[in-house]
């Protein structure tokens, strides 16, 4: 205060001294030189006074973070110096490049070209500023340097680290190839890099903002987002060919006596008819108890033919279940007489192998046929299909260790074998989106799509020996039948569906078809929905 106080009093003298000098001045009785320092001399000493204190405690709070006496960037703007001035600027960076605690993780790497790279993008350092190839400039302090330079650095503000963060979002400087955070021990990472760029899902959000906020060439945008979506729909598409497992373990069949459960299915010769009397179809039965057998010739699988051919084998025996396949042979009015007549509960599953007992029967059956065929030269069957059944009926049974006639005389000493079962894993949980297997047969096209395009929703968890599921559809609608855990897969593509076809348009809605839907499912929806 008295130092403001002495440049006052200073000034009101000058001010006589001025008046007095200009009149010296004007008659040319002084030099000019001296004139003027001995007018002002009583403003310059106190104020040069002033200004050396201050520049002496600014030397003395000199940042401490200075490596290798590397030098703060010279901001003078002076137009006569300016190219000494970026020489010298040039060398200052090159000194930071030469820094014993460089960063070679995150920082500025120098190629052999002489061009400096960070991240996916070239930079250049100007005078005060970076530039970003992409035309993004940011302002340079000795923090921001240090920050991007030096593994370890120590002087900088919250003004810096925002300047940092925004160099490190559009350069990637901090990301792998893949998107994720290149996580280092040491303490720029721990202290800096973890902090601005913290783990979880709001952090992935931000980043696709920043992202596109630094997009300036729309050409380059819209090249990546077509990228982005052909990559998507590619992503859908290998779902749907998905390899899909067709040999896997299922939940055994119990049975619990002679003629407790019976199995029947229909066989085709029709490639032979014309050398067997017309004759097309073997009915074939099986008690899955006994295994013994059952096969008459049928030719033609109506309904009325099926059930004369059942009716006689049921004269004989008849069970208390009866598993077929959901074929209309077996679900008609009149086979359904048959039933009620030796009440008889019939059922089918929705498995692709159906009755496995009885069509493991017909592989038999048909082996033994075939290797007849090559031996005699001809593809008639009629005649050996008797002599066929009773070879299998007396032969032993692996399962039961005996015969199948053996055991229909005396089922008490039958114990079926049973295979080990221990998958009782929960993959799934209710609520999942899953795709189904559309479950191939031996000579279906390799490359048509293994999975669902209709998507399903998980409603019960049975707890059974292997685990199976129940399923609706979008609308709600229970699925008839359960599933294993190798006829279902969790989707990445919840709400994704394919568009077969457009049926029609009207205004700004379009009428669908979707792939993989029937025609029930076709609907209307906004044009605008459509990712083309």
Known sequence: MMEETTVLDELVKAKESIKRKYIALKTGSDNVQQLMTQTLKPIIDPLTKISTTQFTDKKNNKDPRNINNHETINESNNDTSSTNDDIKYQQQIENWFQSTDIDKIYGPKKLTSGEITMGNKEVKFLQNKILVVDDTTYPTTSGVFQLLFLKNPLIYTDNDLKIYKSVLIQTSAHLTANGLTIKKTGNKYSNIISKLFPSGGEL??????????????????????????????????????????KNFTRRRVNVYGKNDLWQADLVEMIPYSKKNKNYKYILSVIDCFTKRAWALPLKSKT??????????????????????????????????????KYNIHKYSTFSILKACIVERFNRTLKEKMFSEFTARGSHEWISILPKLLEEYNNSRHRTIGMSPMQANA????????????????????????????????????????????????????????????????????????????????????????????????????IFVKWLGFDNTHNSWINACDVKK
């Open 204 to 245: 992935f959000m931000k980043l696709q903002k920043n992202n596109l906020v630094y997009w300036d060439d729309p050409n380059e945008l819209v090249d990546r987002l077509r990228l982005l979506i052909a990559s998507k729909a590619a992503e859908i598409a290998n779902e749907l060919h998905k390899p899909a497992r």
């Open 303 to 340: 309904g009325k033919e099926v059930t004369n051919a059942l009716s006689k084998i049921l004269l004989e025996d008849s069970p208390k279940l009866l598993q077929l396949d959901n074929g209309k042979e077996f679900y008609n009015t009149t086979f359904d007489a048959l039933m009620t």
């Open 410 to 509: 005396n089922p008490e000493s039958v114990k079926i074998k049973h295979r080990e079962i221990n998958n009782a894993k929960i993959k799934f949980k209710v609520g999942d989106n899953v795709r189904i297997s559309t479950q191939k047969g031996v000579f279906t096209k390799g490359y048509l799509p293994n999975w669902s395009t209709e998507i399903f929703e998980i409603i019960k968890i049975n707890k059974t020996l292997p685990v199976t599921y129940q399923l609706q559809d979008y609308m709600g609608k229970p699925i008839a039948g359960c599933f294993y855990s190798e006829e279902i897969f969790k989707t990445n593509f919840p709400n994704e569906y394919l568009i077969e076809k457009i049926i029609r348009k009207k205004g700004k809605q």
